[in-house]
């Protein structure tokens, strides 16, 4: 059977495991369980050109030779807006209002909003949160998080080794000029063994996560977790609780069940998914219960993780947790994958299900639509990661880049893993300039 791609400028339609229909100049493929119908708006921060670019990821249905079939285009949509800095790290919506906050780094440290319009396009709404330069002193913002509530953006601090609250109007999701907290974390890790040694020997936030009312920063430098207590009315926090995770591991995200009773960290430099128990009432963490690598045998952290693995070299990036609290992936850097585990026990044990997702470069980060029915991957280059005459470019010499979506099979059975069925089905392809963290909204 002979399968082509069909491209249509910069967009190109990948289709995989399911029926074969050709009709026409077009190839859909009969999708493996219920075919996808929410569309969906994807908004990519870019990691090395400080934007902000839309999106739009499309499910469309057929009926060729009796047979039902789906597939999915990607392509871009609005304005390519900017951000301030030469990095955009992160990417959140306000709980109630139409606007985008985007994180961003050096040399001009600050957090940009964006208001979306009904047809989600989006526009500049504010370049930079006041003050928020003064709060890190320049040093690397990698990470927010906006309350429940809609009043707080809770903001992580990577090189700065500190947390902080700003005020936003929970009615327009405009800044206020203020920064009522910023907290100075202190001290090193209690780890001797190089390389990890060497990027722990000072505080460094790496992202915050939240569960209902309770949020978490999990500190690479200090091998922490520290859990705030926010007060949404004020803008100020408190640490009410601090966990001790494994020496020389370097927690970097985390998520949970959605059952709220365990939380999943994820350890940059350890490589590492553990499984950690949460008291519902409190929200507090208990030691670890299992630990899984996320890579594998052969594979480990190294002084020098390149673009492609050199030396089996790799570490870990990003976690998540699919709706239905049925399987956990994360990401890794260097053997550029994605690892998936069966979150079996009620969210107490994980079952190694493969690595569903390989041919990435660099997924620093990826999310799923909001039913799990679909991840969304960023597949990117970085400079410093290759010699100056091998860095891969695109438009402007900005680095080279790709969205990429995979249908979920959550379904599927570990045996028919085993002879080669798929949990990820590729299904949609697109050039982006070194994208770094995407936010999914379904369309209206």
Not at 58 to 73: L, P
Not at 170 to 191: D, E, K, L, Y
Not at 290 to 310: F, I
Not at 347 to 357: H, K, N, T, Y
């Amino acid at each position: 059977v002979v399968v082509s791609l069909v491209h249509s400028l910069n967009v190109v339609m990948m289709l995989s495991r399911g029926v074969w229909v050709l009709t026409g100049l077009a190839v859909v493929r009969a999708w493996p369980t219920t075919p996808l119908t929410t569309d969906y708006r994807l908004y990519v921060a870019s990691c090395g050109t400080a934007q902000l670019q839309p999106l739009l990821l499309s499910f469309g249905t057929s009926n060729a030779s009796g047979v039902a079939s789906a597939s999915a285009t990607l392509s871009p949509f609005g304005n390519i807006v900017p951000t301030v800095g030469t990095a955009s790290k992160w990417v959140v919506s306000h709980p109630h209002q139409d606007v985008l906050y985007t994180v961003n780094s050096a040399p001009e440290d600050g957090v940009s909003a964006f208001s979306v319009g009904s047809n989600g396009q989006t526009s500049v709404l504010t370049l930079a949160l006041p003050n928020v330069t003064n709060m890190t002193a320049g040093f690397g913002l990698v990470h927010l998080q906006p309350s429940p509530g809609g009043h707080t953006l809770v903001i992580a601090g990577y090189g700065s080794g500190t947390v902080a609250a700003a005020r936003i109007d929970g009615s327009t999701g405009h800044f206020f000029n203020s920064i009522p907290q910023v907290h100075q974390f202190n001290g090193t890790s209690a780890c001797k063994m190089m390389p990890a040694a060497a990027r722990q020997t000072a505080p460094h936030p790496h992202s915050v996560a939240r569960f209902e009312d309770s949020y978490y920063v999990s500190d690479l430098g200090l091998d922490k977790v520290s859990q705030l207590s926010v007060d949404d009315t004020t803008g100020t926090f408190t640490i009410v609780h601090t966990l001790e995770v494994e020496t020389c591991s370097g927690p970097r995200h985390m998520t949970f069940h959605p059952s709220g009773k365990f939380a999943y960290i994820l350890h940059e430099m350890g490589n590492t998914v553990a499984v950690h128990p949460r008291d519902v009432t409190t929200g507090y963490l208990s030691a670890a219960v299992k630990t899984y690598s996320t890579l594998p045998v052969g594979w480990g952290y190294c002084a020098n993780v390149t673009l492609h693995g050199t030396g089996n070299c790799s570490k870990a990036a990003e976690v998540r947790v699919t709706a239905s609290g049925g399987t956990l992936f994360a990401s890794n850097r260097g053997h550029n994958s994605i690892v998936a585990f069966k979150i079996a026990d009620a969210g107490a044990r994980l079952e190694l299900l493969g690595w569903p997702a390989t041919g990435l470069v660099w997924p620093r980060g990826f999310e799923l639509t909001p039913d799990s029915t679909a991840l969304v991957a960023m597949s990117n280059s970085q400079p410093g990661l290759l010699a100056p005459e091998e860095y891969p470019r695109v438009d402007n010499d900005d680095w080279a880049g790709s969205v990429v979506v995979y249908a979920v099979d959550e379904a599927i059975e570990v045996l028919a893993l085993s002879n080669g069925g798929t949990l990820l089905t590729e299904v949609a392809r697109l050039d982006v300039a070194n994208p770094c963290s995407v936010h999914i909204e379904p369309m209206a």
